[in-house]
């Protein structure tokens, strides 16, 4: 079965950039939708960025809009997840998560994406 594992979070600036990876095991992930959610103190498990396996389609919080950028490097079977111009309010636990095509109804929803990794923790601040 499919294994996600998230790696490249930490202490960064206002300002700064980050480049947060999502390794696949099991299986590939063409078949999958993936994407990054990201849960703050005291705040539910939200999506951040997504994307369709079948149309590519993109969906980014309003919030990470401009700065944030999903892809993935199908060779290595990894999701990435290039967050530039970091905000205090950008600081949360990021999770990688990936589900069917059959399961994910609603893109970026947490309820479809059936298997998740670990997280990793960006914290920004000065």
């Known amino acids: 079965q499919l294994q996600l594992v998230e790696s490249g979070g930490g202490l960064v600036q206002p300002g700064g950039s980050l480049r947060l990876s999502c390794a696949a095991s099991g299986t590939t992930l063409n078949a999958y939708e993936v994407g990054w959610f990201r849960q703050a103190p005291g705040k539910s498990r939200a999506g951040v960025s997504c994307?369709?396996?079948?149309?590519?389609?993109?969906y980014y919080a309003d919030s990470v809009k401009g700065r944030f950028t999903i892809s993935r490097d199908t060779a290595k079977n990894t999701v990435y997840l290039q967050m530039n111009n970091l905000k205090p309010e950008d600081t949360a636990v990021y999770y990688c998560?990936?589900?069917?095509?059959?399961?994910?109804?609603?893109?970026?929803?947490?309820?479809?994406?059936?298997?998740w990794g670990q997280g990793t923790q960006v914290t920004v601040s000065s």
């Open positions: 994307i369709r396996s079948t149309t590519f389609s993109t």
């Open positions: 998560a990936a589900g069917t095509r059959t399961a994910v109804v609603g893109l970026c929803r947490t309820r479809g994406y059936e298997y």
